[in-house]
């Protein structure tokens, strides 16, 4: 793949933030991380996410790209060759993406210790389940 210039907007403390960072690390793509004051928003990051004026927002070459899981789904798609994040078969993926988006409704931290509390409950099955 050609040169890529890689940003991702962050607030030091934001578990959707470090959802990402991990998604990055784990397919070893060298990243730049911008902090973020969510109390006083840059101009980068309303013109990058102005629907929710949230981060994370990944900025892959100038393109903004919202939400941590739309974020980890598009990183897992175009860096195809590294370590896959999301299972390929369908069914399975449906699966993630349900518990997920139930991590999400039920307000768990969605990385943490309570994820590994979680993770055992469900019996997880694969770093998908930690890192979403
Ligand atoms: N659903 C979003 C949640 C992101 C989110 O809640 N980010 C918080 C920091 S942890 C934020 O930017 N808050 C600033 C605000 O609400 O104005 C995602 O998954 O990316």
Redesign the pocket.
């Known amino acids: 793949m050609a040169e890529q210039e890689v940003k991702l907007l962050v607030?030091w403390c934001?578990?959707?933030a470090m959802r990402v960072e991990w998604a990055l690390k784990l397919k070893g793509i060298r990243f730049q991380v911008v902090e973020q004051d969510?109390t006083k928003k840059s101009t980068l990051l309303l013109n990058s996410n102005p629907i929710y004026?949230?981060?994370?927002v990944l900025i892959h070459n100038e393109k903004p790209i919202c939400?941590?899981?739309v974020i980890v789904e598009y990183i897992d798609q175009t860096w195809k060759n590294a370590t896959p994040i999301l299972p390929l078969d369908p069914y399975e993926k449906a699966v993630a993406r349900f518990w997920a988006k139930f991590v999400e409704e039920k307000n768990c931290h969605p990385v943490g210790l309570r994820h590994w509390d979680f993770q055992l409950e469900i019996g997880g099955k694969g770093p998908f389940v930690i890192l979403l």
Do not use: G
């Open positions: 607030k934001s578990p959707f969510t004026k949230k981060i994370p939400e941590s899981l």
